[in-house]
């Protein structure tokens, strides 16, 4: 430590050299880290429920490129039915909760605001709540007899309250839709959003309820969403959904499915495939800093070799032999870059925290991104420092004493 503080400006450059590189590999992994759980947990976790799939006739989530004759095979399959729901739900294993969704943006008024508005209205059975695990924040939810009379009753969003219901309490105050009056019994806790789309602004009505002909032509479902107790059972429910769709939409063995049944792990399939070529550049691309960082480390030790020439004669002249001479320089070595990979780690999670704070792209540090720059800052020193410290063993005695 004395001779890293004699040494201020070579110790500096040693340090600066090796921080760079692991300050760059603690910042890339975390905004990766931190755009998988935002995927993860915010953007799919919000639309899709723990342990659920959802069968539709073309995914809800479309995340990639895809060709014109992925599009055109998607809208020429057959829509999913009320009909289906049926023999779908009877193939069901025991325990698998389930719900019929429809879905469609409709213009809402109220009379407390002069503006009407569109917005995501929903008509759902009654186990719709319990899969999502939504829970009101003022009023209620829909009840049994409400769903099975399909009753002009809704819950509603935070946004949807706050907009047509300024300063108001908006249970049991009504809305508008198609000419129909809905009375709100509930306000939904806040769902957030993604990507600076609200997940706070919709309506959610009876399936059997008058909107329900305007969300979907007669007949038709967009979704039927289920639940397994486990994430064990959810191939099992998925395969016998599987099955009964096939035989109803009358597709051969080497037929496709014209239905899609969708997972939070199928929507975040292309993720997960870009999100493994995201984290190695970002172990690579600081790598190569590294590489710069341990010949620069090379460098300033030759240095320090060459000027400590007389003091490496002086200590074998006194007993040292040629391993603690070693060791010596490759301490020094590894303690700069071990210093460095600490100020890297410290500086790295400063700049994710500054990304986050000041762009859309959220940040989370891995604690494995941590440990491997810990790790690769001590293994640079120790490397770059084996040819000097080699280069210092081997001098001979006498001529290291001559040297001025």
């Known amino acids: 430590m004395q001779q890293i503080r004699v040494q201020k400006l070579k110790s500096f450059f040693t ?86 969704i429809g879905n469609d943006n409709l213009v809402v008024e109220s009379k407390y605001v002069a503006k009407p508005q569109q917005v995501q209205t929903y008509t759902v059975t009654e186990d719709y709540f319990a899969i999502k695990r939504m829970e009101p924040a003022q009023g209620r939810l829909l009840s049994p007899q409400e769903y099975e009379r399909g009753m002009p009753v809704i819950v509603i969003g935070e946004d949807v309250a706050k907009y047509f219901f300024p300063s108001l309490d908006p249970v049991n105050r009504q809305v508008t839709i198609r000419g129909i009056p809905y009375t709100v019994v509930g306000v939904m806790e806040k769902q957030g959003s993604a990507f600076g789309v609200s997940f706070d602004k919709f309506i959610i009505a009876p399936h059997k309820s008058a909107l329900n002909r305007y969300v979907n032509a007669h007949g038709v479902i967009d979704a039927i969403m289920f639940q397994t107790q486990s994430r064990e059972g959810l191939q099992t429910a998925m395969e016998s959904v599987r099955q009964v769709m096939r035989a109803r939409h009358g597709l051969r063995p080497n037929q496709k499915d014209n239905f899609s049944l969708e997972t939070s792990d199928s929507a975040l399939e292309f993720w997960n495939k870009i999100k493994s070529y995201l984290v190695m550049a970002g172990v690579a691309l600081p790598a190569i800093g590294l590489v710069v960082g341990a010949i620069v480390i090379m460098n300033i030790m030759l240095v320090a070799v060459a000027e400590r020439t007389r003091e490496i004669g002086i200590r ?41 704070a000041v762009t859309p792209l959220p940040a989370a540090v891995e604690l494995w991104s941590v440990l491997v720059g810990i790790s690769i800052g001590a293994g640079v020193g120790i490397v770059a420092g084996v040819y000097p410290a080699s280069r210092a063993s081997l001098l001979d005695p006498i001529a290291a004493l001559r040297q001025e």
């Open 316 to 356: 074998k002249a006194l007993g040292a032999r040629r391993k603690d001479i070693m060791s010596q320089f490759l301490v020094e070595s590894a303690m700069l870059s071990t210093l460095g990979a600490a100020l890297g780690i410290i500086t790295g999670f400063a700049f994710a925290q500054v990304i986050a």
């Open 15 to 100: 340090l600066l050299g090796v921080m760079i590189g692991v300050t760059f590999l603690i910042a890339v992994v975390s905004i990766v880290g931190g755009m998988s759980r935002y995927m993860t947990d915010t953007l799919v976790g919000k639309i899709m429920a723990v342990n659920s799939f959802e069968l539709r006739h073309r995914p809800n989530i479309n995340l990639g490129e895809h060709d014109e004759g992925y599009w055109r095979e998607l809208w020429r399959r057959p829509r999913i039915r009320e009909t289906d729901a049926e023999p779908v739900i009877a193939s069901l294993p025991d325990g698998v909760r389930w719900a019929v």
